[in-house]
């Protein structure tokens, strides 16, 4: 896949999971992170299992994988340099933040759906222009 491609699917996965369709977020990240190699790779697992982690969430169910999700997903992101990257990682970051929270108080006992913190959104960098690529096909199953 060329930079162009990477870039506009990757745009794709963040107006994805802006509009919380974190599966759909997921596939695309997904697709980037079979083509990757070392720390970045990792940091798009990382993007990849916060995205599950949500949609768990967004659904209401599986509270342990949610938990377990997010605790993976923190470690997996540890390792990047993200300050290159076309989103502003770091605010992400501070929006996930209660999200941890959030998943520590479930693993404790809380419900999963009672209490969520805001929805965390993806800003760009400032210069990026996002250009997303366009819509999947629908599956036909």
Same mark, same amino acid.
């Given at each position: ?43 798009? *697992?990382?993007?990849? *299992?916060?995205?599950?982690? =949500? ?32 989103i502003r990682f770091d605010l992400l970051a501070?929006? =996930? ?14 419900? =999963?759906?009672?209490? *969520?913190?805001?929805?965390? *959104?993806?800003r760009w960098r400032e210069g990026v222009v ?12």
């Open positions: 896949m060329d930079p162009a491609e990477a870039d506009a699917l990757f745009d794709r996965a963040v107006t994805l999971w802006n509009a919380r369709d974190f599966h759909a977020a997921h596939e695309d990240w997904e697709t980037l992170w079979n083509e990757e190699e070392g720390a970045r790779r990792d940091w798009l *697992q990382g993007l990849i *299992q916060y995205a599950a982690a =949500l949609f768990h969430a967004d659904r209401g169910f599986h509270a342990s994988g949610f938990v377990k999700l997010m605790r993976s997903a923190r470690a997996r992101v540890a390792e990047h340099d993200a300050s290159g990257e076309r501070r929006d =996930l933040e209660p999200w941890h929270q959030h998943a520590a108080a479930v693993e404790a006992g809380a419900d =999963l759906v009672r209490a *969520q913190p805001p929805w965390p *959104q993806i996002p250009a997303p690529a366009p819509p999947a096909p629908e599956d036909e199953d």
